[in-house]
């Protein structure tokens, strides 16, 4: 009954390689996110995506693409990998404003190491 | 644009009082949060304020928002060695049909000393 999950938990692979993480959140939330957390942890927004509108943060590379098969899954694919792409990734939902809350609720992370 | 700052630690007496600051520059922000990672672990919510609210509570939690200079604190009173984490700040923008996204500061290690 995990409100929002990921997997892998784990991902190591070498650089250049192309590899996905997936996200389902069972929530009924209309919106989703993409968090990268780095090695300081320091975190911070890469896409936010609706069945309307995905809002790209202009720092990601468009090497990183998000897939939304359906309104429960956002899954993140990540092109010709580089030892900068190591990190945590949080995936993320919440409800649309004037639905009684607003809290994000966030996934357990995915650690992606490059090598 | 937005930007939020923390404090990267603080050190703490069990049984003491912990504060913990943050400041934001978009005035425009609608919500702002606190949340806790422990070590390995994913982000928790540990509580959320509404720009036009000064005061939050919840058991040991007290959350004060001064919109003037755009100040917010995360009070834990009686602090405990599990309340040992990362505590994150972070403000919400809403537009449209969603939000795009919260903007976090740095977040600030709280150490717990016995």
């Known amino acids: 009954d995990t409100a929002v999950s990921q997997t892998p938990k784990y991902l190591v692979t070498q650089m250049g390689n192309d590899k996905s993480i997936k996200c389902e959140q069972n929530l009924g939330h209309d919106t989703m996110y993409w968090y990268k957390q780095d090695s300081k942890k320091f975190l911070k927004i890469m896409f936010s995506y609706n069945n309307k509108e995905l809002i790209i943060n202009e720092t990601v590379p468009n090497r990183f693409s998000p897939k939304s098969p359906d309104k429960a899954h956002l899954n993140l694919h990540i092109n010709s990998l580089e030892l900068g792409d190591s990190a945590v990734y949080f995936c993320?939902?919440?409800?649309?404003?004037?639905?009684?809350?607003?809290?994000?609720?966030f996934g357990p992370g995915t650690r992606l190491t490059v090598t | 644009g937005e930007d939020v700052e923390q404090s990267l630690f603080l050190s703490v007496r069990e049984g003491d009082s912990s504060v913990i600051n943050c400041t934001y520059t978009?005035?425009?922000?609608?919500?702002l949060y606190w949340y806790k990672q422990e070590p390995g672990a994913g982000l928790q919510l540990l509580t959320y304020?509404?720009?036009?609210?000064d005061m939050k509570q919840d058991q040991r939690l007290t959350v004060l928002l001064n919109k003037k200079d755009k100040h917010l604190s995360l009070r834990i009173a009686d602090t405990q060695t599990g309340d040992s984490a990362i505590y994150f700040c972070a403000e919400a923008m809403y537009s449209g049909g969603g939000a795009d996204g919260l903007t976090f500061g740095k977040g600030t290690h709280l150490i717990i000393q016995p």
């Open positions: 304020i509404f720009s036009n609210m």
């Open positions: 978009d005035s425009s922000s609608t919500y």
């Open positions: 993320a939902s919440s409800p649309p404003p004037g639905q009684g809350t607003y809290e994000q609720y």
